[in-house]
């Protein structure tokens, strides 16, 4: 079974840093788009970033500039590079790959356990 494991989250002061990172394991053939979602308290879950299998990335507008999306596909691990934190980037924030199994015949969207970012002085 495939699974994402996240890390990285913490406490971080307004205008800091905090790199995330999400390695999936399992049976695994291809992993196609790794993307980063996030949801803050009282608040819908929302698409961050996303990067494809060749590397093309997009963020959403919030984050355009602060927040950097990459990864290592020979280690099957995707990275949130994020910078210049405001409080309004508190959320958890969530793993997310469509991955193909080996002997698959369709990819599965799996989901990682989900990090707590807290922005805060």
């Known amino acids: 079974q495939v699974q994402l494991v996240e890390s990285g989250g913490g406490l971080v002061q307004p205008g800091g840093s905090l790199t995330l990172s999400c390695a999936a394991s399992?049976?695994?053939?291809?992993?196609?788009?790794m993307n980063w979602f996030r949801q803050a308290p009282g608040k819908e879950r929302e698409l961050v970033a996303v990067?494809?299998?060749?590397?093309?990335?997009n963020y959403v507008y919030s984050v355009k500039g602060r927040f950097t999306i990459s990864r290592d596909n020979a280690n099957n691990t995707v990275y949130l590079q994020m910078n210049s934190l405001k409080a309004e980037d508190t959320a958890v924030y969530y793993c997310?790959?469509?991955?193909?199994?080996?002997?698959?015949?369709?990819?599965?969207?799996?989901w990682g356990q989900g990090t707590l970012v807290t922005v805060s002085s």
């Open positions: 997310n790959a469509w991955v193909r199994e080996v002997g698959a015949l369709r990819d599965l969207e799996v």
């Open positions: 399992g049976s695994i053939s291809s992993i196609n788009a």
């Open positions: 990067i494809t299998s060749a590397g093309i990335a």
